[in-house]
């Protein structure tokens, strides 16, 4: 999957490509497109629009959509709809079978390439997210969970933003506040979530996001607890992505903001602290409970000091019960049910707010009922307790709230309303997952035939082949490690010859080196001993050459002598 705004080169899964270009080939498609074409050819009509090509893109989109709508129960329509099912079977599960030699069954391996084409999907088309609450009520695949939060939590200005900022700012100066960081260090340490807590990459992560969130607001103010806490399912789904030790990349980090912004920004005023909107949710609690968990309400009421009634909410006991409903509901909704829910059921819930971003009555309605739903679950645990201990009750016994709980009692209770606020027409009801039916989503796979028959000998014949090709492979690459070794020692065995080399040669060096420093050493000690001797017969000849001219200064008339004649020994030299 795609981190941060770095686009991801997804290539076209095999099984769809092949599903399209046999789509587009059949008679059936070619048939349905001339009934689309007089349809969207009728709305240009009434629309007064001379061509197609006039309209915007979203208005373009906006005409297909309703002339598949019109043509829906049409021939041409069912008969495609029923082409493109058959297809889309035969193609994921021939690829299924093609890649039997990955290591999981087959109905995985269906479910793992449709992940591979609803992703290659949403990078496409990434409109095509509103299809995705077919996955409501239920979670929503690990494997797709980073895309399409990331797909609905779009924020290209905050991520813009922070690019900018970490050009202008290479080492993040900006993004430092101790305050920030010393509380985001005692927050990991105080949940103490698995994955989270040791984690320096999720630490560095925490701190940023809220540092650039604090530095971006409109009135800087110091943080509230809650928004440390929505940090944590961000971190939690993007830890594939974190490492422990590492530095966390940018484009990694740019995306965390960019989620994190764009949740904040559209959080219901409940959310955001705002004590009016908190009691109104809280009544709306309260009223969900009266009428689909009676005796869930009345074990509030009594814990909170209120009275329970079948009338409205009007009574000064029940405006009390509000009041203290509102101050117990307050941290759990505020943190959106972090720290309360498990992990697993918090995604879930989680899950199903994020698909539907782009209804928000719809959301403030999954709040609504997912609170009612899990005091519901809690009552039983509150009946023998006081109203002093019902807070460390709640913190307790919530975490075991099971995402099998909420699902069944969505589906029993929610049903009919959740589908009218997704704004579902009789003609086309939204098709909900239902896990408690026996009918499974990929039940046609296995009640229809085999596409083809193949005798027993042909298919142990594949299996000596597919193993035959597995041994082939290991044998290869065996001797591939095998020649990766021998060229490791082949080139360790030369670098230590040419370090002997290079030590033998270093080696000579100095011995030469010490002969001439010896030689040199020797004639500059032979150097002054001659200088010495050469020294000493300039004086004895100085000496006598004194003595010579004293002699003839007393004896002037006697004959010179030569000094060689005199003195033999002057004759030498040195």
Not at 242 to 250: G, S
Not at 406 to 424: A, G, P, R, Y
Not at 502 to 520: A, F, I, V
Request: hydrophobic residues 35%.
């Amino acid at each position: 999957m795609s981190l941060g705004n770095e686009e991801k080169n997804i290539n076209v899964p095999k099984w769809l490509s092949d599903c399209k270009e046999a789509i587009t080939s059949s008679t059936e498609w070619k048939q349905y497109i001339l009934t689309l074409n007089d349809a969207i050819r009728q709305q240009l009509e009434d629309s007064h629009v001379p061509f197609f090509t006039d309209l915007s893109q979203t208005s373009r989109i906006h005409f297909v959509d309703t002339a598949m709508r019109a043509t829906e129960n049409g021939t041409d329509y069912r008969s495609i709809h029923d082409k493109v099912t058959s297809l889309v079977n035969h193609h994921l599960h021939t690829s299924a079978i093609s890649h039997s030699h990955r290591p999981y069954t087959k109905s995985q391996g269906i479910i793992q390439q449709t992940y591979e084409g609803i992703e290659y999907l949403l990078h496409r088309w990434p409109f095509l997210r509103s299809k995705l609450t077919i996955f409501f009520n239920c979670p929503l695949p690990k494997h797709l969970r980073h895309l399409i939060w990331k797909t609905f939590l779009a924020d290209a200005k905050a991520s813009h933003m922070f690019l900018a900022q970490c050009k202008d700012d290479p080492d993040k100066r900006k993004l430092f506040n101790r305050e920030i960081s010393e509380n985001c260090r005692k927050f990991i340490k105080r949940i103490n979530l698995q994955g989270l807590n040791g984690s320096e990459g999720a630490f560095y992560c925490m701190k940023s996001i809220l540092a650039f969130y604090l530095s971006v607001a409109e009135q800087p103010v110091s943080l509230d607890p809650k928004e440390y806490f929505i940090t944590v399912p961000f971190l939690l789904v993007a830890m594939q992505h974190i490492q422990i030790t590492n530095p966390v990349p940018d484009k990694v980090l740019s995306l965390l903001i960019e989620e994190y912004c764009s949740f904040m920004k559209n959080l219901p005023m409940f959310v955001q602290d705002s004590d009016k909107d908190l009691k109104s949710f809280t009544k709306n609690v309260i009223q969900t409970l009266r009428q689909k968990y009676p005796n869930a309400e009345q074990v509030f009421a009594q814990k909170c000091g209120g009275v329970h009634q079948e009338a409205a909410i009007t009574s000064d006991n029940d405006r009390e019960f509000i009041q203290k409903m509102s101050v117990l509901l307050k941290p759990i909704i505020q943190n959106m049910f972090v720290v309360y829910f498990n992990l697993e059921t918090l995604l879930y819930v989680w899950d199903q707010y994020i698909i539907t971003a782009d209804n928000t009555s719809f959301q403030n309605s999954w709040l609504i009922a997912v609170t009612a739903i899990s005091l519901n679950c809690l009552k039983d645990s509150l009946r023998n307790t006081t109203s002093a201990d019902i807070n460390l009750i709640l913190l307790e016994n919530w975490p075991m709230i099971t995402v099998l709980d909420l699902q069944f009692e969505v589906k029993n209770k929610f049903n009919e309303e959740f589908e009218s606020l997704l704004d579902v027409s009789q003609q086309r009801k939204m098709t909900f997952l239902d896990p408690s039916l026996n009918n499974t989503f990929w039940q046609k796979w296995y009640n229809s035939p085999s596409l083809e028959y193949t005798q027993p000998q042909d298919r142990r014949l594949f299996k000596e082949i597919l193993h035959a090709e597995k041994e082939r492979i290991n044998q290869q690459l065996e001797r591939n490690q095998l020649e990766i070794q021998r060229e490791k020692l082949q080139y360790k065995q030369q670098l230590e010859e040419l370090l002997e080399q290079s030590r033998n040669e270093k080696q000579l060096m100095l011995r030469e080196q010490n002969s001439l420093q010896e030689k040199l050493n020797k004639e500059i000690a032979d150097h002054k001993i001659c200088s010495q001797n050469a020294a000493m017969k300039i004086a004895e000849l100085s000496a006598e050459l004194q003595t010579l001219r004293e002699q003839s200064l007393k004896f002037p008339d006697s004959p010179r002598v030569h000094p060689q004649n005199t003195n033999p020994s002057s004759a030498r030299t040195c």
